[in-house]
C-alpha cells in the first residue's frame, strides 16, 4: 500500500511555460503581441483581439511547432519536483482538449521521464470532470493549478489546492499562492 500522498501538477502554465511560449510563437508568426503580465482573467482570443476559432487555429499552428511548443522547464521546477519525489507520489492531472494530448507525453518523456508516475486526462471541455471531482475519486490530496475554474472545483471538492500564480488568476482571493515551486519545499 501506497502511503505517500499524491500531489497533482497542472501542465500548462504550472509544469510547462505554455502561454508564455505561445505568445512568443505568435509575436515570431503573426507580429507583436500583448505582454505576458498584461493578460488578463478574460478568455485570451479576447485579450488577444482575436476570435475564438482564430485563437484555436493559432493554437494548433503551435503545438505543430516544434521550435515553440516544448519549451524546457526551469531548472528550479525540476529540481524541486526530484525533491519531493521520495516524499509523494507526483502526477500531472491536466485539462488539456484530447487533439493536444500527444505535446504533454513528448514534454514528459523529453524534460522529466521519471518525476511522474501518471499522467491524468480530465477533457473537462469535452464533458469530462473538473479536477476536484478527480481528485476526490483519486485520492489525490493536494493541487497545484493556476485556473480559477479548477481550483474553485477542488475548494467545492474539499481538495487543497496551491494556486500557482499567473496573470488570469490574480483576481482570486483568500487563496495560497505560490510563485516559485521552490515554495513547495
Known sequence: M??????????????CDTVRAFL???????????????LSEKPLHEDLGISEDEE???WD???????????????????????????????????????????ILTFVERYVPTLFEEV????????????????????ISLLVDDNPEQIASCEQNGIEVLVFNQPWNRHLQNVRRITSFAELC
Open 61 to 103: 499552428l503551435f503545438f505543430k511547432n516544434d521550435e515553440f511548443c516544448y519549451p524546457k522547464p526551469d531548472v528550479e521546477k525540476i529540481s524541486t519536483l526530484e525533491n519531493l519525489k521520495p516524499h509523494a507520489r507526483l502526477v500531472i492531472l491536466t485539462a488539456r482538449y484530447r487533439l493536444w494530448h500527444a505535446q
Open 24 to 38: 512568443e510563437f505568435r509575436e515570431a508568426t503573426f507580429g507583436p503581441t500583448i505582454a505576458y503580465d498584461d
Open 120 to 139: 491524468i486526462f480530465t477533457d473537462h471541455r469535452e464533458g469530462k470532470k473538473l479536477k476536484g471531482v478527480i481528485c476526490k475519486e483519486q485520492g
Open 56 to 58: 484555436s487555429k493559432r
Open 2 to 15: 501506497n502511503t505517500k500522498p499524491t500531489i497533482a501538477f497542472d501542465f500548462d502554465d504550472v509544469l
